[in-house]
T-cell receptor, first 114, second 112 residues
Framework: EADIYQTPRYLVIGTGKKITLECSQT?????MYWYQQDPGMELHLIHYSYGVNSTEKGDLSSESTVSRIRTEHFPLTLESARPSHTSQYLC?????????????FGPGTRLLVL | SQQGEEDPQALSIQEGENATMNCSYK?????LQWYRQNSGRGLVHLILIRSNEREKHSGRLRVTLDTSKKSSSLLITASRAADTASYFCAPTYFNQGGKLIFGQGTELSVKP
């Protein structure tokens, strides 16, 4: 099992609420990622970070934002949740490098916005 | 799109049989990785094969890579019910900064 954690595992929330999905890893990895995945579908990269104070948008446009103040912590925030944000959110991390290193995934957060 | 495309989309076999899943990609890769995802969980890395490698083994898993055909296959031998999961290939490209681009995966069901 990889040492990467996500909380909460499940979240049901009403429209308009602000939410933060937590992701932390204890492997000292520089790179961290957020993916969004609908049931039975592919993963879409929505945010990534190459290290502290580095954040980039991924291939899929997302209304969420991220921050990377500490190496081990990469939270994702939605300022105003909407039903279209209902999905599974997966966090991952990898060692530094540019050659497509192995990524280690957390268990995911299932978000349902009513 | 530069994602890998898995084939078949779904596969159902009996315990003890072999399962073969294929992946095709578009342009030259640096490496190709295979991951497994159990229902509702995160992904687990299975094997990474580099562009200069043709075959790799890990336990009951065997991955091949044919760069001339831009394809890879994952073979699971003597399958077990616990192998039931979705399997994703993720090619990595030199111009993508090492990012993984996932396809829709192959949904494998192994019946006892």
């Amino acid at each position: 099992e990889a040492d990467i954690y996500q909380t909460p595992r499940y979240l049901v929330i009403g429209t308009g609420k602000k939410i933060t999905l937590e992701c932390s890893q204890t492997m000292g990895h520089d790179k961290m990622y957020w993916y969004q995945q609908d049931p039975g579908m592919e993963l879409h990269l929505i945010h990534y970070s190459y290290g502290v104070n580095s954040t980039e948008k991924g291939d899929l446009s997302s209304e969420s934002t991220v921050s990377r103040i500490r190496t081990e912590h990469f939270p994702l925030t939605l300022e105003s949740a909407r039903p279209s944000h209902t999905s599974q959110y997966l966090c991952a991390s990898s060692e530094a490098g540019t050659w497509g290193e192995t990524q280690y995934f957390g268990p995911g957060t299932r978000l349902l916005v009513l | 799109s530069q994602q890998g495309e898995e084939d078949p989309q779904a596969l159902s076999i009996q315990e003890g049989e072999n399962a073969t899943m294929n992946c095709s990609y578009k342009t030259s890769i640096n490496n190709l990785q295979w991951y497994r995802q159990n229902s509702g969980r995160g992904l687990v890395h299975l094997i990474l094969i580099r562009s200069n490698e043709r075959e790799k083994h890990s336990g009951r898993l065997r991955v091949t890579l044919d760069t001339s055909k831009k394809s890879s296959s994952l073979l699971i031998t003597a399958s077990r019910a616990a192998d039931t999961a979705s399997y994703f290939c993720a090619p990595t490209y030199f111009n993508q900064g090492g990012k993984l681009i996932f396809g829709q995966g192959t949904e494998l069901s192994v019946k006892p």
